[in-house]
Nanobody, 121 residues
Framework: QVQLVESGGGLVQPGGSLRLSCATSGTIFNDYPTGWYRQAPGKQRELVASISLYGYTNYTESVKGRFTITRDNAKKTVYLLMSGLKPEDTAIYYC???????????????WGQGTQVTVSS
């Protein structure tokens, strides 16, 4: 069973930066794309960024130019570097995997506990 463990969240001021980490177990990491999702209070969970096995990336429009997703295959870890953070980025952030980069809006894995990101002055 693939487990995904998110970490790196916290409280940061507007304009600040954070790096989230998603540590995975199992072999699925080496075979499928991975993505970061977030859910703000009262809103549906949304796909924020995704990355293929070969490093191709997709971002939701609101984070383009501010967030960067990367993956370390040796460590089986996916990172989300967030800069220029805004209050509207406040949410619980989750990672998950999908069948293909095109279907990351419908991830295949179970959801972990996520990591809270709060952007506030």
């Amino acid at each position: 069973q693939v487990q995904l463990v998110e970490s790196g969240g916290g409280l940061v001021q507007p304009g600040g930066s954070l790096r989230l980490s998603c540590a995975t177990s199992g072999t699925i990491f080496n075979d499928y794309p991975t993505g970061w999702y977030r859910q703000a209070p009262g809103k549906q969970r949304e796909l924020v960024a995704s990355i293929s096995l070969y490093g191709y990336t997709n971002y939701t429009e609101s984070v383009k130019g501010r967030f960067t997703i990367t993956r370390d295959n040796a460590k089986k870890t996916v990172y989300l570097l967030m800069s220029g953070l805004k209050p509207e980025d406040t949410a619980i952030y989750y990672c998950n995997w999908g069948a293909s980069l095109a279907t990351m809006s419908s991830p295949r894995g179970s959801w972990g506990q996520g990591t809270q990101v709060t952007v506030s002055s």
